[in-house]
């Protein structure tokens, strides 16, 4: 009879960086870079199919910098659910105005973008509020947090830019065909 002592315990993010190619179809290679990509703009995609959002912007920084941004999407939290889900999660639940791991995470997978990457950046624009938060190959830098007001006319919606971690990733650049 074996025990368990041989076995690997790894916590999520552990898991996500050493078994990448469980997450990504494409691993470690470019195809996996660019897969971590379309997650994030996947999501915004949904949002435009469902109604909920203007405008999708891409913008490469430079070669391993990216932005995604989404102009309009309903970035309420449903009602009885705590954060609920959708577009919602990255919001903070107005009780305690701050962001949480499970909040962040509920969206769709955006848990593996971050967690591969050397930085990822997220501003929610909602309620006259603008949200930011950050982290560091997924590890939060900061619990997210009002940052300013809207200011009268800007958009709502929300803004991802992530650096993708070459210590994970085979060292590639971008490339937009």
């Known amino acids: 009879m074996s025990d368990e002592s041989g ?15 469980m997450y ?12 971590a990509i379309f997650i994030v703009i996947e999501n915004a995609v949904i949002q435009a199919i469902n109604g909920n959002c203007q405008q999708i912007h891409v913008i490469l920084h430079d070669k391993q910098t990216i932005t995604i941004e989404d102009f309009g999407i309903d ?4 009602p009885n659910e705590g954060a609920g889900k959708g577009i919602g999660v990255w919001v903070s639940n107005r009780e305690n105005h701050k962001f949480t791991r499970y909040i962040l995470y509920g969206h769709m997978g955006i848990e593996v973008p971050d ?3 050397t930085k990822m950046d997220i501003e929610v624009r909602h309620h006259g509020e603008v949200w930011e938060y950050h982290s ?12 300013r007001p809207l200011i009268d006319g800007e958009s709502t919606g929300v803004k991802i830019t992530f650096s993708p971690d070459f210590d994970v ?6 490339q937009v065909d």
């Not at 690997?8 to 190619?21: A, F, M, N, Q, V």
């Not at 970035?75 to 449903?78: A, C, G, M």
């Not at 990733?169 to 971008?174: G, S």
């Open 75 to 78: 970035t309420t939290p449903y």
């Open 115 to 117: 967690v591969l990457s």
């Open 136 to 147: 560091h190959t997924g590890i939060p830098i900061d619990d997210g947090k009002i940052t």
């Open 24 to 35: 990504l179809y494409g691993g470690k290679s470019l195809y996996g870079l660019h897969e």
């Open 7 to 21: 076995i690997l315990k790894l916590t999520p993010r552990e898991h996500i960086r050493k078994r990448i190619g």
């Open 169 to 174: 990733f085979e060292k590639n650049d971008f």
